[in-house]
RNA sequence: GUCCCCAUCGUCUAGCCCGGUCAGGACACCACCCUUUCACGGUGAGAACCGGGGUUCGAAUCCCCGUGGGGACGCCA
């Protein structure tokens, strides 16, 4: 058995989206568990649409996922040029090819691909207008995870424009035979191109590759297949969150594919392992970004220390250039990283999450004030906290714990009722880590100015 | 309109190929527990075989027809 080749195939023509990304996971996972070839081939063949900038949001969305390519732009490798834009030579020859079998001719400045059969003028109702209808066999196509498509392939179509430029149909094909595709793995918005695109095969005489038809993601609101323009479709923006790659890759995965258990979570070496073409669903899956979420913060939590820290320091560095958790020690900015870890269900949460900890010039909640303010007699734990402040031991979370507990005791008290207003002050909010670790991570100083400050602004 | 693909909880799905399970898991939602806030976590609840025929002792599972969803029908890819 020959070696697997297969290839993605994207357009520069608008932003790399989650459709395309998974599209160019499959053909790697089907490349990585076969010990196959994964070839990147750029169809820029049109001009007006065509753009340097898309071209490297392909690069680095790819990068970014971890989907690394053996032949093509940048990559190398015996079939090149991988940009269909510099293949014209290719496509001449076997235009050529497909000339001297009789099987083109010319309308309207463009050339044609003729198929063979029967011909009859009907009038097309739809696209108001005659077409000539060719009696044709039907097309067969064994695909991997749809099982036997027919089709009629019945009207010619164009394959060079009449400036010149081959259309996909014929560049596609020509280039899966130039560049000896074995699989064929592509959305499935694609089945109905099959037809043509055997055809083309048979007319030069090629052996078919094998097609696998993958289902396509449905916007999460509303009708119809998720385009670029839908929320939450554009790779670069969940690049932008900071989501981790491995966890969009892995939610990825399971929209249409699943390992056949109930895991979710699986490492992508195991995916490798256990992916197949036609373990691959066949209907439509809608995109849920919650989902997503879910799967990110599973990530996250299960992150080392070191990398979360590291993952924190680049999406503040993006974000909040600016911000004093930069300008913090890193010992200092770690250790409150650490503390958020375990609380947040993504990175973007963190700069507001932990605002507080890098500044003394934070604001405070309102209503949560007002709701502190009206329980039992805040201004009094206050005082005590403040008073009994000098005698707390702040060695540790725990010994802040038992400290505070002592000094609750002393006035037949527990430690609730010093929580929330001691948090306010600290904080300005109710939501955040511990009230022992903000204690322990600001220091007795901070912890007193700000208890103070509360103290004296009510 | 024509052609092609698809159909299990709101969503992603297991089960279907090789008929016999209280139709399982996850996200979301709700309740409770844990708790020093907020989360995480734990327990529990609600929630699905699109409809109709057929085959069969028996159908989510096999077949047919509807219906619904999706896609294609460009000198876009």
Redesign the pocket.
């Known amino acids: 058995m020959s070696q697997v080749r297969v290839r993605f195939a994207p ?1 520069p ?1 608008g932003f790399f989206h989650i459709g395309s990304a998974r599209t160019a996971l499959f053909n790697w996972l089907y490349a990585r568990h076969t010990g196959g070839v994964l070839v990147l081939r750029i ?1 820029d ?2 001009k007006e ?1 065509n753009s340097e900038q898309f071209l490297n949001v392909i690069y680095e969305s790819l990068d970014w996922l971890g989907l690394n390519w053996d032949e093509g732009p940048k990559a190398g490798g015996n079939f090149g040029p991988y940009r269909q834009s510099e293949r014209s030579a290719v496509y001449r020859e076997y235009l050529e090819k497909l000339k001297a079998a009789g099987r083109t001719y010319e309308k ?3 050339v044609w691909f003729k198929l063979i059969g029967e011909r009859t003028e009907v009038f097309d ?3 108001q207008k005659t077409v000539t209808k060719v009696k044709v066999e039907p097309t067969v196509i064994n695909d991997l995870i ?2 036997r ?4 392939e019945d009207e010619d179509f ?1 394959i060079v ?3 010149g430029n081959p ?2 149909h014929f560049v596609n094909v020509v280039d899966d035979i130039a560049m000896q595709i074995t699989h064929v793995i592509r959305g ?6 099959t037809s043509k695109h055997v055809e083309l095969f048979k007319a030069f005489g090629a052996p078919l590759p094998q097609f696998a038809h993958i289902p ?1 993601i ?1 916007k999460q609101n509303g ?3 998720m385009s670029k323009r839908d929320q939450g479709a554009l790779i670069e923006e969940y690049q932008r969150r900071g989501y981790l790659p491995a966890a969009l890759v892995n939610f990825l995965c ?3 594919w ?1 390992p ?1 258990d ?1 895991r ?1 979570k699986m490492p992508i070496e195991e995916i490798i392992r256990l992916f197949d073409l036609p373990g691959i ?6 995109f ?1 970004d ?2 997503l979420a ?1 799967m990110n913060m599973v990530y996250l ?1 299960g992150l080392p220390a070191d990398r979360f820290v590291e993952r924190a320091r680049t999406y503040f560095q993006l974000h909040a250039a600016d911000a004093p958790a930069l300008q913090a020690e890193a010992a200092y900015f770690r250790e409150v990283m650490l503390l958020s870890q ?2 947040i ?1 993504g990175l973007e949460e963190l700069p507001a999450y932990t605002q507080y900890l890098f500044t003394e010039d934070y604001g405070t909640d309102p209503k949560m004030k007002e709701k502190v303010m009206a329980r039992g007699d805040p201004k009094a734990r206050l005082g005590e906290l403040i008073a009994g402040l000098a005698a707390l031991d702040f060695s540790s979370d725990s010994a802040i ?1 038992e400290s505070i507990k002592a000094l609750a005791a002393r006035h037949g008290l527990g ?2 009722d010093y ?2 207003v001691a ?1 306010l002050a600290v904080s300005g909010t ?7 670790s903000l204690f322990r991570v600001l220091g007795k100083e901070r912890v007193r100015q700000r208890l103070e400050r509360l103290l004296a602004a009510v």
């Open positions: 357009s023509t169809e063949t049109d649409r309207d400045g463009a109702e739809r696209r749809r099982g498509v027919e089709r009629v164009i424009r009449s400036d259309v996909f499935e918005d694609h089945l109905s191109n396509l449905l009708p119809g297949k399971l929209l249409g699943n056949g109930d979710e669903n066949q209907s439509n899956a809608r849920d919650k989902k879910h939590l375990p609380k269900k714990e430690f609730g929580q929330s948090r109710n939501v955040g880590p511990s009230l022992t």
